[in-house]
């Protein structure tokens, strides 16, 4: 096989074809599987426009994009539409994510008049998606071509565009999309532009199977589609398409040749590549093996071996990074801990003249995203504003510009043209002809004055910066750095804020801040809550309760929560998701809150911008990976223990419904308290290993009726908590400070919020005697969980339908409540911590009880010679969430 290998970051590891048990070179079932659903993309298309070919090419070109987006527009788990009689409620097409959303209004433009503007309401704006009648056809599509999807994807972003040290560190995922993107914005007025989309997706695919002779694999890939068209009577001709690609390396210049030029120059920078040979150990062997022709060239890389390929990719990325990012990355204690990020920035000498400009980056935040979500007190509508939070930095933003773009140009933006959209954030490409004059200006007048940005009394901040030349696309931190001095703006008085002023005026009900306006719903709300409170009547919780999920069998949240509730479950939201089996239950509800560590200096230390997407989507695809794999092992427990077929899994349909967040490294969940930490050390254990990130994750445990917007705080607080630091003056490995790190906490009687976090970690965690760590290696939670055969899920299931649940649990927490007692008693005297330790040591040779010793071992285990903290407090907040979740 030929010797190719990805530079995957953050981890900075290379991962080789035929390593992790994935193989693509030779790999004909995946080639197959290629075929198969770039078919079925083809038929849907024709499908939907009715076999206007011109229509259908235009979808197709859209649908194939998404590929390439696979992360942005699957869910967490894959749903399907189920109609029920006998629930008015259960009926409708429900789309739980935004870029379900975006997917759907991509696809519904180019049939229906489903343009928006300023005054364009909301409500408006999601009928029209929901009501579009192929809205079933396209989720088909995601739900029957589910594992298919995932595996092609998954070669995407593993493979790269190139294989050389030096160029390994793009994805194909990224290059091709770029080269889509690159098409489009030098083809303005093409009348076979969706041809030239539909090439440059597809014109390198067959790197995935035969890197050698990539050109002819993508020839036969198209031919066998071709073949499978035919046979399928589809309207879809890929003549065009196949003479673009097979020319893409030829002597004739086609714009798919020029794009694919264009972007290669954007994801190899050549000229500090070869500077880098001269610096590097192996630089000689590296460059002799650039200077020779194909097949040469792979033989000679191949049998340079995998050590030297490795360690020079690693040391030209950083030799890269040295010319290309900010000096103030590196100057950030932070960055220490990340082995890519060089000692020191000397910056390129070369400077490019840029050409003519092409087209500009759209960057679009909501400043204030957690104030917005957590104004909700009540779950519905904050599960609804967390997805709203996405759509109105994503999808909404491409309607306005793809709206504004078409009006002037009578064409539309691709999909490709949102680059990237996460964690209330979004990237979208806008071609120069979208403007007159000052495309700044132009640009950034679409956003203002938008009258359900002012019933919901939010801003976008938006900023725009040069993107793509003619002759040269820009990097990640040169696009940046133009962004970042527009930040400004949003401190500036915006004068169509709302102001609030003491006065005679009713106050929300919900809220409690801003001026009632309206009385519906039993109570007197402000814009902002009547218009989340509306909306989320049949989305966010309800849609989530409402969908059947397809894990390793269906599962329907609705069918556990209608048998205990009955229909008026959604009141009970909060009741439902913490496990009650019964009305008069007591169980408690785990707000899980988690976060990417150093994702701003991660991101900032990106060579190129296909760099920085690889980063995200990865980030993004193996979070959601990692949660609906942690999910099937929880939904097969549960079969397991019930040996039933049925769809009602009472903890994984809770788990289900209390998704809040989940995009790119921002994760926040509820769940039963009884599963909230074997679960969320699983997936974390999961992210990390398919991401490459580290994260930093707070667990709060309360009551159901406990204000759900004031735990969240909490939780997001004891989140912040949570990260390790290396202490200063710390000479050791510093990777060793870069781990997933666990902090829990559970309130009973005292309410959970900010402060409240603050004040109880200052109570209990001192400099010389600490009876609270917080910042938990979830390698030690899982081994405290394993001790008290809480890990596995088989067991939490089996406790959670016990009889016997609280006595069982009682008697893991035992031990733990006396030293918690004893500490409290001598917590203020003289000497208490010593003697806290030295009555800790007392029981361990007292105890005659293997659990009760080894569970106290574990509080005295000596960390660096040293035992100045006992995670007292963290282990018992960790046992207790089990005793709370068992009512």
Request: proline letters at 3%; glycine letters at 4%; aromatic letters at 12%.
């Amino acid at each position: 096989m030929t010797l190719r290998g990805k530079l995957n970051l953050p981890e900075f590891r290379v991962v080789f074809d035929g390593e992790d048990g994935k193989v693509y070179e030779g790999n004909t079932d995946l080639e197959n599987k290629i075929v198969d659903t770039l078919a079925h993309m083809a038929l849907i298309s024709c499908e939907i426009a009715k076999n206007d070919e011109k229509k259908s090419m235009d979808i197709y070109a859209d649908i194939v994009s998404m590929l390439y987006k696979l992360p942005m527009f699957i869910s967490y788990a894959p749903t399907i539409k189920k109609e029920d009689e006998g629930s008015k409620e259960r009926k409708g097409n429900y789309v739980p994510t935004a870029f379900e959303y975006f997917f759907i209004y991509t696809i519904a433009r180019h049939l229906t008049d489903i343009t928006v503007d300023k005054n364009t309401s909301l409500k408006d704006i999601f009928e029209k998606l929901e009501n579009f009648e192929h809205t079933d056809t396209l989720r088909s599509l995601i739900r029957l071509y589910f594992p298919s999807l995932r595996e092609i994807y998954e070669a995407l972003i593993n493979t790269p565009a190139d294989t050389r040290p030096g160029f390994n560190f793009t994805s194909l995922a990224s290059h091709l999309q770029l080269t889509s993107l690159i098409s489009w914005l030098l083809q303005p007025h093409s009348i076979d532009l969706s041809y030239l989309r539909v090439a440059s997706l597809l014109h390198d695919l067959g790197k995935l199977i035969n890197p050698r002779h990539h050109v002819t694999e993508a020839i036969n890939i198209l031919e066998k589609l071709q073949n499978k068209l035919k046979s399928g009577e589809a309207c879809i001709k890929l003549e065009r398409v196949k003479e673009l690609v097979a020319s893409h390396h030829g002597d004739s210049e086609s714009i798919v040749q020029i794009a694919d030029r264009l972007a290669s120059s954007a994801d190899r920078l050549t000229e500090l590549v070869n500077e880098a040979l001269d610096h590097i150990e192996y630089g000689k062997e590296i460059k002799e093996c650039f200077n020779k022709e194909h097949e040469q060239s792979y033989d000679c890389f191949t049998n340079l071996g995998k050590e030297k390929y490795e360690k020079a990719s690693k040391d030209i990325y950083r030799f890269i990074l040295s010319k290309v990012i900010s000096p103030e990355i590196v100057k950030n204690e932070e960055a220490r801990v990340f082995p890519f990020i060089p000692d020191k920035v000397e910056g390129s000498s070369k400077e490019i003249k840029p050409g003519i400009p092409l087209g500009y980056l759209v960057y679009i935040d909501v400043p204030s995203i957690q104030r917005f979500i957590t104004n909700f007190p009540k779950l519905r509508d904050m599960s609804f504003a967390s997805m709203l939070v996405d759509f109105l930095v994503t999808v909404y933003p491409f309607m306005l510009l793809d709206t504004e773009f078409a009006s002037k140009t009578k064409s539309r933006l691709p999909a490709e043209a949102l680059l990237s959209g996460y964690g209330g954030h979004s990237y979208i490409v806008v071609r120069k002809d979208i403007c007159n004059n000052d495309c700044y200006k132009e640009i950034k007048d679409i956003f203002k004055g938008i009258k359900l940005l002012s019933d919901l009394d939010l801003r976008l901040q938006v900023s725009v910066a040069e993107f793509a030349y003619d002759n040269y696309i820009k990097n990640y931190n040169e696009v940046w750095d133009e962004i970042k001095t527009q930040f400004s703006e949003r401190y500036l008085v915006d004068f169509d804020e709302k102001i609030y002023s003491v006065g005679l005026h009713r106050v929300c009900d919900n809220c409690g801040i801003r001026p009632a306006v309206y009385e519906k719903f039993g109570e007197y709300l402000c814009s902002r809550c009547y218009e989340i409170r509306d909306l989320s009547s049949t989305r966010g919780f309800i849609s989530k309760v409402n969908s059947t999920y397809l894990l390793s069998v269906e599962v329907t949240p609705a069918e556990s929560a209608s048998k205990v509730f009955g229909d008026n479950f959604a009141e009970y939201a909060m009741e439902f998701i913490a496990g009650y089996k019964k009305l008069e239950d007591t169980r408690y509800v785990s707000i899980i809150k988690a976060d990417g560590n150093r994702g701003s200096i991660i991101f900032s230390a990106s060579a190129t911008f296909s760099d920085y997407i690889d980063k995200s989507f990865r980030l993004d695809y193996g979070v959601k990976r990692a949660f609906y794999e942690t999910l099937n092992e929880l939904a097969n427990a549960e079969r397991e223990f019930l040996k039933s077929e049925e769809k009602e899994l009472p903890l994984t349909s809770r788990v289900l419904s209390g998704v809040l967040y989940l995009g790119g490294d921002d994760i926040t969940l509820l769940a039963p308290s009884i599963v909230a930490i074997p679960f969320a050390v699983k997936f974390f254990e999961k992210a990390t290993q398919l991401t490459g990130f580290t994260f930093k994750v707070g667990i709060v445990s309360v009551k159901p009726d406990h204000p759900i917007q004031f735990a969240f705080q909490a939780a997001d607080e004891l989140m912040e908590r949570s990260k390790i630091k290396p202490e200063d003056g710390e000479n050791k490995n510093l990777s060793e400070y870069n781990k997933t790190s666990i902090a829990c906490m559970v309130f009973s009687s005292t309410l959970a919020s900010k402060s409240v976090i603050h004040s109880e970690i200052s109570k209990y965690k001192r400099q010389n005697n600490s009876y609270l760590v917080v910042t938990n290696d979830i390698r030690k939670v899982k081994e405290l969980l394993e001790l008290a055969k809480l890990y596995e899920f088989k067991d939490v299931v089996s406790l959670y339908n016990s009889e016997n649940d609280k006595k069982e649990v009682r008697e893991k927490l035992r031990q733990l409540e006396d030293i918690v007692s004893y500490a409290e008693t001598n917590f203020n005297t003289s000497n208490g911590y010593l003697k806290t330790l030295a009555y800790i040591l007392r029981q361990i040779a007292r105890s005659d009880k293997p659990y009760d010793k080894e569970i106290l071992k574990k509080l005295v285990e000596r960390k660096e010679g040293s035992l100045k903290e006992i995670p007292l407090y963290d282990y018992y907040f960790i046992l207790k969430t089990f005793r709370v979740g068992v009512g």
